[in-house]
């Protein structure tokens, strides 16, 4: 039996409970919240900027035309992605490698073409395919080699040139970890809260009926 209430004593039991409950500092607990809160969102933004070099990478790969490189750095953001929240990369384009696969098209719809003549015409337009679209690049080339028109490639499918990678929505990393601790102590400062309050209301209304 605890000193200050009997059993029967429910007013002194509950105040006795309130005044238990007020030794654990609310201020503190918010205190501890407010660091966890910030410290996470640091994180989560770190997460993502590691997330923009990564998918920088992937658009320098690219640029390179070398399918061994953009598969590297492409695995290596889908690596990174798939560990740490926070990291959506949306939509990326491979427009260096679907221009090549356009090229390579044209050039396999027009084999009668000399082959150097092509490949000249060819490094002349590339801008042109990459600044105002296929059918702009396709009248480049023909001009280029002296022609009008050029017969019609079975063109490859653009959405096979694009990269997209989705974050889980919470991570083992330490981004997620201070995410869970900012959440519990968040439910934590509601009970606290809610509890004294509720304690309080109930030790006023016992003190008006007794």
């Known amino acids: 039996m605890i000193d200050g209430w009997v059993r029967t004593d429910t007013v002194k039991r509950d105040k006795w409970r309130l005044r238990r409950l007020r030794k654990i500092k609310f201020r503190t607990i918010l205190l501890v919240f407010l660091i966890f809160a910030i410290l996470s969102l640091i994180l989560l933004r770190v997460n993502n900027m590691n997330m923009a070099d990564l998918r920088r990478d992937v658009y320098t790969a690219d ?25 959506d990369t949306g939509l990326i384009s491979l427009q260096t490698m679907y221009n090549n696969a356009v090229a390579e098209a044209v050039k396999a719809a027009n084999t009668d073409i000399d082959s150097s003549v092509y490949m000249q015409a060819d490094q002349n337009c590339r801008n042109i395919a990459w600044q105002q679209g296929y059918s702009a690049y396709v009248q480049c080339v023909a001009n ?9 490639p079975k063109l490859p499918d653009p959405s096979l040139f694009y990269l997209s990678f989705s974050a889980p929505l919470l991570s ?38 007794s």
Not at 144 to 152: E, F, M, Q, V
Not at 175 to 193: D, E, K, N, P, S
């Open 63 to 87: 640029k390179t035309g070398q399918m061994t490189e953009v598969k590297r750095a492409a695995s290596i953001l889908q690596n990174y992605v798939s560990s740490h929240m926070n990291t």
């Open 144 to 152: 280029a080699i002296g022609g009008t028109t050029l017969n019609k």
């Open 172 to 209: 083992a990393d330490l981004a997620g970890v201070t995410v869970v601790i900012t959440i519990l102590l968040f439910i934590m400062l509601l009970i606290r809260a809610s509890t004294e309050v509720i304690l309080a209301v109930v030790v006023r209304i016992k003190k008006r009926n």
